[in-house]
Every structure is written in structure tokens, then in C-alpha cells.
């Protein structure tokens, strides 16, 4: 199957600063990628849609301007959590789907996730 | 109502058992289903991909009825690893994934 990498893995940081994660599609070219947000014993939520080259579709009740996300490449898209609150601790997980006309093209793959905490 | 919904469970079973889940979803315009499985502080993986004929892949068994907007699992002779969370996705139009609350499966000795 497709491999979804993400970096970094799990990431501290102090109230305030900003943390930038990135989402790679190690060995296919991924047209969409999603990323989630998932707080413990909840499931994903969805948070937004990245298409690259183009800009990303947020969620209702997803900050635009406090998760910048940034789909650059076809291989490659990044989530920045600006001014990081306690609150935006959370698991973030991407996923990328391979392009239209492919087999799988419904199929999600799920990078392993980041864990944040904001102290 | 929410768009997919799940028994969030606890499902507790003994080893060999048969265990089936649910999972409804709201938006008849839907395209496709699938099951996926989490484990514990992980990413979640593909279980299997749902189709109209219904579909099996060693235990597994995954059935959708459209008319009922609806999907199951049935696992068949559980194992201890199957413990795990498993996550009913229902794409809607222009494939945007929603995941249900997943049910959690718990397989004794």
C-alpha cells in the first residue's frame, strides 16, 4: 500500500509559539490531502481539505488563520498551528488519497500522526 | 442528527466469538464506505472497503444496504488483536471523508 509519512512525530512547545507539521506521500503522488484533529477517545475531525497548487477547504469551525496549511507538491503538505494555545493540544493526523483515474482513488492513507502538547 | 453514527460500544467478547457492528449514515448522496481500524494512540488503517454486493476478506464480512443508509461489520472467530477501535468513513459528495465515533472491541481470553 501507499506510505504516508509525518513529521515531526510528537512536538512540546510553549503557549504562543508556532509549530509547523509536515505530511509526505513517500512513494505516489497525492492530488488531496486532508488533515484531522483527534482528541482523546474522540474520533477524527475532519479539519480541512488540501488540494495542491491550490487554496485548502476548511471545516466550519476551523480557524483559517490559526491553521495554515500549505499543499506545495504533490508529495508534500504542511499544517502550521500559528500562536499555539493549550487548547490546540491534540493528535493531528494527515491523509493522502492518490489522484483521480487511479485504482484506490476513494482510499485514504493515514500518515501516523503528531502528537502536540502546548504547555 | 449526526452524519455517520457509530455504538461507540465498549463491545466486550470472548476469543472465538462472532461480534458484529453497525453504522448509519445521513447523507443518501454518499459515494462510498469503508471500515477502518485504530489501535490505541495510532494512526488509523484500512480495514476494508465496502461494497454494494457486500464483501469478505477472511473473517471479515462488511455489508452495505442503501435503502437503510447503512454498513456493518461482522467479525467472525475473534482473536485478541482484534482489539481495537474501528472507524465506519462514509465518503460524501466529491469524495470528503466523515469518520463515526468508532466502536471499540474488546476481545478476552
Known amino acids: 500500500g501507499a506510505v504516508v509519512s509525518q513529521h515531526p512525530s510528537w512536538v512540546i512547545c510553549k503557549s504562543g509559539t508556532s509549530v509547523k507539521i509536515e505530511c509526505r506521500s513517500l512513494d505516489f503522488q497525492a492530488t488531496t490531502m486532508f488533515w484531522y484533529r483527534q482528541f482523546p477517545k474522540q474520533s477524527l475531525m475532519l479539519m480541512a481539505t488540501s488540494n495542491e497548487g491550490s487554496k485548502a477547504t476548511y471545516e466550519q469551525g476551523v480557524e483559517k488563520d490559526k491553521f495554515l496549511i500549505n499543499h506545495a507538491s504533490l508529495t508534500l503538505s504542511t499544517l502550521t498551528v500559528t500562536s499555539a494555545h493549550p487548547e490546540d493540544s491534540s493528535f493531528y493526523i494527515c491523509?493522502?488519497?492518490?489522484?483521480?483515474?487511479?485504482?484506490?482513488?476513494?482510499?485514504?492513507?493515514f500518515g501516523p500522526g503528531t502528537r502536540l502538547t502546548v504547555l | 442528527r449526526k452524519e455517520v453514527e457509530q455504538d461507540p460500544g465498549p463491545f466486550n467478547v470472548p476469543e472465538g466469538a462472532t461480534v458484529a457492528f453497525n453504522c448509519t449514515y445521513s447523507n443518501s448522496a454518499s459515494q462510498s464506505f469503508f471500515w477502518y481500524r485504530q489501535d490505541c494512540r495510532k494512526e488509523p488503517k484500512l480495514l476494508m472497503s465496502v461494497y454494494s454486493s457486500g464483501n469478505e476478506d477472511g473473517r471479515f464480512t462488511a455489508q452495505l444496504n442503501r435503502a437503510s443508509q447503512y454498513i456493518s461489520l461482522l467479525i467472525r472467530d475473534s482473536k485478541l488483536s482484534d482489539s481495537a477501535t474501528y472507524l465506519c468513513v462514509v465518503n460524501g459528495p466529491r469524495y470528503i471523508p466523515t469518520f463515526g465515533r468508532g466502536t471499540s472491541l474488546i476481545v478476552h481470553p
Open positions: 491523509s493522502a488519497r492518490v489522484g483521480e483515474g487511479r485504482e484506490n482513488y476513494n482510499e485514504q492513507f
